[in-house]
């Protein structure tokens, strides 16, 4: 059974920078797209950032060019680097693992718990 954990969020000013770690444990196979969402209050939960098993990625416009998912992951564990942070950034921030790369969240069926990120002006 996959487990995905996430860690990482708190709280940060605006401008700021956080990393997000994703621990990954019981796939049976490498074929995986990881993707991160997030969902703010009351709004949807929409795909930020994906990274296929061949380690395409791929990233939501809002955070292009400043979030990224790095390719050289420690093994079993995936980040997402978030740099120039603003206050729309704020949400509770997920892991997911599907056989294919989707920005529909019903294209994955392993989720972490999720963790809170804070962007504050």
């Known amino acids: 059974q996959v487990q995905l954990v996430e860690s990482g969020g708190g709280s940060v000013q605006a401008g700021g920078s956080q990393r997000l770690s994703c621990a990954a444990s019981?796939?049976?196979?490498?074929?995986?797209?990881m993707a991160w969402f997030r969902q703010a209050p009351g709004k949807e939960r929409e795909g930020v950032a994906l990274i296929g098993s061949d380690l395409s990625t791929n990233y939501a416009d809002s955070v292009k060019g400043r979030f990224t998912i790095p390719k050289e992951n420690a093994k079993n564990t995936f980040y997402m680097q978030m740099n120039s942070l603003k206050p729309e950034d704020t949400g509770m921030y997920y892991c997911?693992?599907?056989?294919?790369?989707?920005?529909?969240?019903?294209?994955?069926?392993?989720w972490g718990q999720g963790t809170q990120v804070t962007v504050s002006s």
């Open positions: 997911a693992a599907g056989p294919r790369c989707r920005w529909r969240r019903t294209g994955y069926g392993n």
């Open positions: 019981g796939f049976t196979n490498r074929r995986y797209c």
